[in-house]
């Protein structure tokens, strides 16, 4: 399986938001290794999310998985592999919290992002099928970041204080304590 070419910051792709996926599509062939492919480019760049877009396809399909040992993200709860399709924030609480957010596209920088604390998502699994589930902390941080993406938002537009944005060596040696 390939892996595919992160889209960063600049590419219109990144912008220009997604389109909803049929069950039909869904169950092609193409879209199918599409996932997978997605999910090995996600793995291969130690991500814990990545979205359609970022890999230059404007449909709405995202992955995430948390493991306990990711290098750009240790110490966070595991979450297991997810690929969800034409997700949706379908309730959450109104209380957020900051965290440090990076992302693939807008590489070695990072931010201290807002986020609802709890979200409640819905959506199709990769086989169609109608998933509804709830998620706390880091792992509904990560869902609102990958919805963001098929939107045509990324973390920097959540920014409430640009001057928290750091690039990676700085923010492990003065921020990640
Ligand atoms: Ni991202």
């Known amino acids: 399986m390939p892996l595919l070419e992160i889209a960063r910051l600049g590419h219109p792709k990144i912008r220009s938001g997604a389109e909803l996926v049929s069950v039909e599509q869904l169950q092609s062939s193409a879209v199918q290794q599409f996932i997978d492919d997605m ?3 996600m793995r291969d760049a130690n991500g814990v999310g ?3 877009p970022q890999v230059q396809v404007s449909q709405q399909i995202i992955a995430i998985e948390v493991s306990a040992d990711n290098p750009r993200y240790p110490n966070q709860s595991a979450v297991p592999l997810t690929v969800l399709i034409n997700p949706k924030i379908i309730q959450h609480v109104e209380e957020t919290e900051n965290g440090w957010e990076g992302c ?19 959506g199709l699994d990769r086989h169609g099928k109608l998933v509804q ?16 993406h098929l939107h045509g938002q990324v ?7 640009l001057k928290t944005l750091t690039h990676l060596r700085e923010y492990e040696q003065y921020w990640n304590r």
């Open 133 to 148: 589930f709830e998620a706390q902390g880091f792992h509904a941080r990560v869902i609102q970041h990958e919805v963001d």
């Open 50 to 52: 990545i979205a359609a």
């Open 104 to 122: 693939l596209s807008v590489p070695d920088l990072r931010g201290l992002v807002p986020r609802w604390k709890q979200v409640n998502v819905e």
């Open 155 to 161: 973390f920097l537009d959540r920014l409430p204080d």
């Open 39 to 41: 999910v090995e480019t």
